[in-house]
């Protein structure tokens, strides 16, 4: 089993910046895939960024440029550096980890979720 535990959402002003992390306990040697979904009001689900233990990484076309996803495989822990946030980046924000797929059905672990909220 794998837990994630996420921190640093907040309340923060159009513009602004807020990074999240997730830090990973368990039998985490079989992870490959870790990265972060969001959840808005009343919207689906979607995949913002994800990153490899090699370090490649992926971003959705809505955060490119704005969000840097990192990974520190000592400490077993992913950082979600997001700039120049916008209100549309509002939602609940979910840390993902997974041996194979990122694809959200196949995931097999998930964090608790951590609010982010942008002011316009």
């Known amino acids: 089993q794998v837990q994630l535990v996420e921190s640093g959402g907040g309340l923060v002003q159009a513009g602004g910046s807020l990074r999240l992390s997730c830090a990973a306990s368990?039998?985490?040697?079989?992870?490959?895939?870790m990265g972060w979904y969001r959840r808005a009001p009343g919207k689906q689900r979607e995949f913002v960024a994800l990153?490899?233990?090699?370090?490649?990484?992926n971003y959705a076309d809505s955060v490119k440029g704005r969000f840097t996803l990192s990974r520190d495989n000592a400490k077993n822990t992913v950082y979600l550096q997001m700039n120049g946030l916008r209100p549309e980046d509002t939602a609940v924000y979910y840390c993902?980890?997974?041996?194979?797929?990122?694809?959200?059905?196949?995931?097999?672990?998930w964090g608790q979720g951590t609010q982010v909220t942008v002011s316009s």
């Open positions: 993902a980890a997974d041996p194979l797929s990122f694809t959200a059905s196949n995931i097999d672990y």
């Open positions: 368990g039998t985490i040697s079989r992870i490959n895939l």
């Open positions: 990153i490899t233990k090699g370090g490649t990484t």
